[in-house]
């Protein structure tokens, strides 16, 4: 009984303490602001890809009706009446707009908000946030808002935190600027616009915000003076003013007493003279300058500032840095030094860091070998040694740093394999190793690297097959093997990867099937297989079960694509499609549902009949890629006056067999190109609404009529202007305008007469004017001599007539290296002096080491067809050192400039070559080798036939000689032609480099001694 009477004031204690706690003393929700949180939650959509940020998930799903919403996800609520003061729907997946009549509004309790990292489509913030007049915390932040900010924001005087940051640059604040928003806002402690448009100065009463202890301003369109007094704010802890490039900053004078820890400076207008005054932060912890336009020496006594844990100077590439001895006691975590000038000997100093978790080098010109100190940083987390020159193998001791979450190689110039001891790294989550000279095949150790997020090996010489053990990395989310010899198949545990949003394994030399474990990667969002030897019969359903696919390229492979789909499919929305070379004979159905189609590549197939109607609709907004050439099209229905596509740039039907009139693109399109076709009739005038051409490939065709004037003057947008192999008549347009952009003039074989108009004297760039096969009727045009960036000049096969010649100069055209001027009639002296102004004829040892295209970095690149003994010859590409001279078929006389007969080096071996007798080489002392007497030194080693993919180079040409074995066989009256000692076929892509000439005087005396 006296036990019993003990435990019971126990018993009664645990009781009130069970009331105090329990939930049934907390009032439930009300009514009215329950039911405008469902109204707010049911006027979203849920989207995944709506949030970006982890940990994210749906959190309103936990919302339903008759349910206390003080429990449900996000909510906080009053505990003594029960009223919503917190709403958190962070990373919620919540996709749709947000209206100014929202529910939102209906909580006049909330004191704490947060939206962030949702997809509000770009819509403005909408007004009506002054109702909420209790909130402290607004949080509005990476959530796709955009335009002005609402005003009635500045009317909540409780905010102690305010973030309207990374809004992908839409959010602004122009109309009312940031002394508006923010100059009642006296309680704030935290205030972050990064990435919004403020442009404007800072205002100097922002110094007035004496409660500040975080200020985020970065990305703003800052300019002017940043005020100094700003530093001195007494709580200020963080500030963040980087990336306004018109920002300038000069400090105060400090005290020792500043509060600063965080600072971040970067791209800014800052002064290297006031680095010094930075060592007086005695606080800081964090200290950002990177490509501030720094120069000189980085003083040292900022390295030794006591609290200093982060440190990055990168990209400031006129700034040296000296490291100090650093002892095993400094604080340092996190350094980055990229793209300054630092000697690699200091890398062993810094391996004396002993809590160093992160080190970026990247940029820094090293090269050698990674140094083996750095081995002893095992609290390495992070370690970029990119875009530098190191060379050797990856070194073993790599496997030592197991704490390595990112690891980035990329861009050096390391070689052998990648070693074993790479699969010890598993807390591994990003690595790169691409651009580099790796070569073998990937270890099987890799499958250990259960935690990657993203494996890039791309660019590489790695062989043999992907290994299978890749299907262990089940965290993946990016993998490119692009761009190596993998061979072998796909192996079938890439389907594992159900992580995988980026796949890429282009160009290598895969075969086999495309497994079907590939359909269960249901969040893949890019996938490019193109550029392989892939094989078999593909269905396209195979594809359409990955929801988030959204790039998809198998072009270039041995694929038999099926596109018939079934009735009852939802298909993927593409934005880039690319199926060239897939053998799909007709335009895929699917396509009609393609209404966010930006790129779209069918060519290269059996295709037939018609582009069908319904493609008028297919992408219509979007469109700024389509390429439908090398296939069997005859024409369009029903086609639009100009094609509907409101943003396409890039249109390519050419190699098709369409007929009936010319097209006409959208006046949005910069390429056009319907060459090789059956085109009649004239080019209609609306082709001068398309003012934003620049190339325009109209060769080919059955076209008639003139050349619109229009057409000149595009010349200021329009670079590649080509009308070939045509029927059009009347003269060439007679304006081509100042500033003239154009670079490639193609004319040849139509019916034009007239004079070569003057005003292409205006085309300052013009590299390529191809006027032959016309009826033109002028005197040589020696005034294109101007044009200093010509090289192709063919006059053929028209009724110029005259002298050769230039009245008051040289005739410098120095870049010239293809000139036909045959089948005129040209006369008088044969022009010699002129052959020795012509610098690109001859061939020197930095010519002929560079072996490019004309417009090679350009998506269009020019063709030139020459004769060589009565052939005509296409090259569909032209090699920057393949010289040609045709003046035959003229009435030249005179002797045969000794410019052009300069041969020197070995004879080449081959049985053309081996068929001329000794006097075939008389004239040329430069010459040794059979038939010869004279022998060829070491350095002249006899070659052999040329390979037409490998050039010879000869390492002792000069600036004055034509040092590419023309041979001259007969001099006197007759046609003189430089032999190509390869055989070269028509249209291939090959290299040519070897000088053809061809002469044909009516009484040449000889070869000029």
């Not at 995988?500 to 075969?511: A, M, W």
């Not at 209404?595 to 590549?601: A, G, I, P, R, V």
Request: aromatic residues 10%; hydrophobic residues 35%; negative net charge.
């Amino acid at each position: 009984m006296v036990s019993s009477l003990y435990l019971l004031p126990c018993v009664l204690f645990f009781l009130s303490l069970f009331q105090i706690i329990s939930p049934s003393s907390q009032n439930s929700c009300p009514h009215d602001q329950s039911s405008a949180l469902l109204q707010f939650k049911h006027s979203f959509s849920i989207n995944q890809s709506a949030s970006g940020y982890r940990p994210n998930y749906p959190k309103t799903q936990s919302w339903k009706p008759d349910t206390d919403c003080c429990y449900w996800d996000g909510v906080t609520c009053d505990k003594a009446n029960g009223d919503v003061i917190g709403l958190d729907l962070s990373s919620s997946w919540l996709y749709g707009p947000i209206h100014s009549n929202t529910s939102l509004f209906l909580l006049p309790h909330l004191q704490t908000l947060s939206l962030a990292d949702n997809h509000f489509y770009p819509s403005p913030i909408p007004y009506g946030f002054h109702l909420l007049t209790n909130l402290t915390h607004l949080n509005l932040s990476s959530s796709m808002f955009s335009d002005q900010i609402p005003l009635d924001i500045s009317g909540l005087t409780k905010l102690v935190s305010l973030n309207l940051s990374h809004n992908a640059f839409s959010l602004k604040l122009e109309k009312y600027g940031l002394g508006t928003l923010v100059q009642r806002l006296t309680n704030l402690r935290e205030l972050d616009l990064n990435r919004v448009n403020i442009s404007s100065v800072v205002p100097d009463f922002l110094a007035d915000l004496s409660n500040l202890t975080y200020l985020d301003l970065s990305s703003c369109y800052l300019y002017g003076i940043f005020p100094k007094s700003i530093f001195l704010l007494p709580n200020l802890q963080t500030l963040h003013v980087s990336d306004n490039p018109y920002l300038t900053l000069s400090f105060p004078d400090f005290h020792s007493g500043s509060s600063l820890r965080f600072l971040d400076l970067s791209s800014t207008n800052f002064s290297r003279e006031l680095l010094d005054s930075i060592s007086k932060f005695k606080l800081l912890k964090s200290l950002y300058l990177s490509s501030c336009q720094l120069y000189g020496t980085f003083p040292i006594s900022i390295f030794l500032l006591p609290n200093l844990q982060s440190l990055g100077v990168s990209y400031n590439p006129n700034l040296t840095v000296y490291l100090p001895e650093f002892h095993s006691g400094s604080s340092l975590r996190y350094l980055d030094l990229s793209g300054v000038r630092i000697s690699r000997e200091y890398v062993d100093s810094i391996s004396k860091l002993k809590l160093l978790s992160g080190l970026s080098l990247r940029s820094c010109n090293f090269s050698g070998s990674i140094p083996s100190s750095i081995g002893n940083l095992t609290q390495l987390t992070a370690l970029d040694f990119s875009y530098n020159s190191f060379s050797g193998q990856i070194p073993s001791f790599i496997g030592n740093l197991t704490q390595l979450a990112a690891l980035d190689f990329s861009h050096n110039n390391f070689s052998g394999h990648i070693p074993s001891s790479i699969g010890n790294l598993i807390q591994l989550t990003d690595l790169d190793f691409s651009g580099n000279y790796l070569s073998g095949e990937i270890p099987s150790s890799i499958g250990n690297l259960i935690q990657l997020t993203y494996l890039d090996f791309s660019y590489y010489n790695f062989s043999g097959q992907i290994p299978s053990s890749i299907g262990n990395l089940t965290q993946l989310n990016t993998l490119d093997f692009s761009h190596n010899n993998f061979n072998g198949q796909i192996p079938s545990s890439i389907g594992n990867l159900t992580h995988l949003q980026y796949l890429s394994l282009r160009n290598n030399n895969l075969t086999g099937p495309i497994p079907s474990s590939v359909s269960g990667l249901s969040n893949l969002f890019v996938l490019y297989l193109d550029g392989n030897s892939l094989s078999g019969a593909v269905e396209l359903n195979l594809f359409f079960k990955l929801k988030n696919l959204t790039y998809l390229s198998l072009s270039y492979n041995s694929l038999s694509l099926t596109t018939t789909v079934q009735t009852n499919s939802t298909f993927p929305k593409f934005e880039d499609l690319e199926l060239s070379s897939c053998n799909i004979s007709e335009f895929p159905d699917f396509l009609k549902n393609q209404n966010e189609l930006q790129s779209l590549d069918l060519s290269n197939n059996k295709i037939h009949g018609q582009i069908p109607k319904w493609m008028w609709k297919v992408g219509q907004n979007t469109l700024f890629y389509m390429n439908l050439s090398h296939n069997f099209l005859h024409g369009l229905e029903e086609p639009p006056a100009i094609l509907p596509w409101g943003g396409l740039q890039y249109l390519d039907l050419h190699s098709n067999q369409l007929q009936g009139p010319l097209p006409i693109p959208p006046i949005s399109t910069t390429f056009f190109s319907i060459s090789n076709n059956k085109l009649t009739g004239e080019i209609p005038p609306l082709i001068c609404k398309a003012r934003s051409l620049e190339i325009l490939d109209l060769s080919n065709n059955n076209l008639t009529g003139l050349i619109p004037q229009c057409l000149g003057d595009f010349s200021s947008s329009i670079s590649v202007l080509k009308l070939r192999r045509n029927r059009f008549h009347g003269t060439i347009p007679q304006k081509f305008s100042n500033g003239s952009n154009l670079r490639t003039l193609d004319i040849n074989d139509n019916q034009l007469k007239g004079q070569v108009p003057r005003s292409l004297v205006n085309c300052k760039r013009l590299e390529v004017l191809d006027l032959g096969n016309n009826q033109l009727n002028d005197t040589f045009p020696f005034w294109l001599e101007s044009l200093s960036e010509l090289q192709v000049l063919v006059l053929r096969f028209n009724k110029f007539h005259g002298l050769v010649g230039c009245p008051r100069t040289d005739c410098n055209f120095s870049k010239l290296r293809i000139v036909d001027l045959s089948h005129n009639e040209f006369m008088g002296d044969f022009p010699s002096t002129y052959f020795l102004h012509w610098s690109a004829m001859m061939m020197s040892d930095e010519t002929t080491s560079q072996f490019k295209y004309m417009g090679e970095h350009t998506y269009y690149q020019d063709s030139v067809t020459v004769m060589n003994k009565g052939l005509e010859m296409v090259y569909e590409k032209i090699l920057t050192i393949f010289t040609t001279i045709d003046f035959s078929y003229n009435r030249f006389q005179g002797e045969i400039p000794e410019s052009i007969g300069n041969l020197r080096g070995p004879i080449p071996r081959g049985q053309q070559f081996e068929t001329f007798p000794d006097t075939s080489y008389e004239g040329n002392s430069g010459l040794c080798g059979f038939p010869l007497p004279k022998k060829c030194g070491d350095t002249e080693a006899v070659q052999q036939p040329s390979s037409l993919l490998h050039p010879d180079h000869d390492s002792e040409a000069t600036s004055e000689e034509f040092d590419w074995k023309i041979v001259l066989m007969g001099y006197g009256c007759g046609v003189i032609i430089g032999v190509i000692p390869n055989i070269i076929g028509h249209g291939v892509d090959i290299i040519v480099y070897h000088v053809s000439v061809m002469i044909e005087l009516n009484c040449l005396s000889g070869l000029s001694k």
